[in-house]
């Protein structure tokens, strides 16, 4: 909760059988996020919980650190749904960089506890990858039900719905202090192929796959610079079958917040 983010917990003996007892220190100046109370809430879903707003709003974080965040809640009624959250940083492509599934309160008070109309603040720490691109990211919710398997709605003001995610955050991620190595970053194909006079392709996790007509390919890629270029330069994915061009698509190296000039 919000002593983990924002304490040092003590790790002393526990003399209370049956019962965890922890300590904590807080440190000099320490000040707890106090919950949004103005402005309208920033997601209804489904009439059941409502997404009342972040702290931090907007935050910056270097690649390879986490994201922390403070998500405020509200349950609009009892609920009998112990409902999840899918907390996912997505680039402006809408490509999911980095998640996680967990209680939005924490795993150990479930929504199916919460008094109606009260805030609940759920802590979170999301991993951002260490070769995540520079550039400006939001921190986006997803409430679903494990035992009914489907998410719940977004609706906006005239009650319809507008998707079933909402941004929480903004999150504006920086370079790293240190380049992570290939080795670390865990694809399975070092390739360290130049394609230019100033950029190599690196490594990637694309191999050979059986695909059905509409589906999606994803997979990822590494770039690396090897000289200081004035040009943006971008790369063109084409899919080809029989000779036949399927599909054919140019796109930025990284994001269109990071081209290969900075």
Do not use: C
Request: net charge neutral; hydrophobic share 40%; aromatic share 6%.
């Amino acid at each position: 909760g919000l002593l983990d983010a924002q304490a040092e917990r003590l790790h002393e003996p526990n003399i209370y059988w049956g019962i965890e007892l922890r300590h904590y220190r807080l440190p000099p100046g320490v000040r707890f996020a106090a919950p949004p109370t103005t402005g309208e809430p920033a997601a209804n879903f489904a009439n059941r919980l409502t997404l009342l707003g972040a702290s931090p709003a907007s935050l910056q974080v270097a690649a390879g650190d986490d994201v922390k965040v403070t998500i405020y809640w509200r349950a609009q009624q009892a609920l009998e749904d112990d409902y999840w959250l899918s907390l996912r940083l997505v680039d402006p492509t809408g490509h999911v960089v980095s998640a996680l599934n967990d209680r939005p309160a924490g795993y150990g008070f479930p929504t199916t506890r919460w008094p109606p109309q009260t805030t609940i603040p759920g802590v979170f720490r999301l991993t951002t990858p260490p070769a995540t691109a520079p550039g400006d990211y939001t921190l986006q919710a997803l409430v679903f039900s494990p035992t009914r398997g489907h998410s719940l709605d977004v609706l906006d003001a005239r009650g319809a719905p507008a998707g079933v995610s909402a941004v929480a955050a903004a999150v504006r991620v920086l370079p790293p202090a240190q380049p992570p190595t290939l080795e670390s970053l865990g694809l399975p194909r070092l390739l360290r192929l130049p394609m230019s006079a100033a950029i190599e392709l690196a490594a990637t996790d694309l191999s050979d796959q059986t695909v059905r007509q509409g589906d999606t390919v994803t997979f990822a890629v590494v770039w690396r610079s090897t000289a200081r270029s004035n040009r943006d330069e971008t790369v063109r994915l084409r899919l080809t079958a029989g000779g036949l061009t399927l599909a054919d698509a140019v796109v930025p190296l990284a994001t269109t917040g990071y081209p290969t000039s900075q």
